[in-house]
């Protein structure tokens, strides 16, 4: 494991016992440890906390090592995994993907958990992401694409952030909601 992606975890784990349990935890590499999350939440009200437990440069191998200190522990009720932008395409990454995600439903029964694929500037994305899906069962695990767009990625951001934050929400969405998330 890499040096700063294990001191990165253990400064998460030494704030765990700041967090909420049964609020949302994002846990990802390099593109949702940039992502603005705190600033995009900070413009809206939401029932829940969001804790980005997200780590620049982390491998699928090395989250599943760390899934304890950054997310199990946490006893979220919502949990959204990004990434694999980090590794390279192969059978053993989707299995330690799979892995991870048993890992996490094991650890976390009443758990939901929402796959988010990777954008289209990784070079493996769309085969990978097909590999994703098949992992998602639809019911406890799902999967979100991203909309990419030609776009500022000031608008990008908030246009993703519009995408996740419908699934922030414990109740259901409004019909505006609905139209404002597609874009």
């Not at 294990?6 to 998460?12: E, F, L, T, Y």
């Not at 019911?139 to 908030?158: C, D, H, M, P, Q």
């Not at 419908?166 to 139209?179: G, I, K």
Request: aromatic share 10%; net charge negative; charged share 25%.
């Amino acid at each position: 494991m890499k040096e700063s992606v294990r001191a990165k975890a253990n400064s998460m784990k030494k704030i765990n016992d700041l967090t909420l349990p049964g609020e949302i935890v994002i846990f990802g590499s390099t593109y949702m440890a940039g992502f603005p999350i705190y600033e995009l939440v900070n413009k809206c009200t939401f029932e829940n906390a969001v804790y980005n437990r997200s780590i620049n440069g982390l491998t699928i191998e090395e989250a599943l090592e760390i899934a304890d200190d950054c997310v199990i522990n946490i006893r979220p009720s919502k949990i959204f995994l990004s990434l694999g932008e980090e590794d390279e395409y192969g059978t053993d990454t989707i299995e330690n993907y799979a892995a991870l995600v048993s890992k996490i439903l094991f650890g976390l029964p009443g758990c939901e958990l929402y796959i988010i694929g990777l954008t289209g500037n990784v070079p493996h994305a769309e085969v990978f992401n097909k590999s994703l899906m098949d992992i998602c069962d639809g019911k406890r695990v799902k999967y979100v694409s991203f909309i990419t767009k030609n776009i500022s990625e000031t608008a990008l951001y908030k246009i993703r952030f519009r995408q996740l934050s419908r699934f922030f929400r414990n109740s259901s969405m409004s019909l505006y909601d609905v139209f404002s998330a597609i874009e």
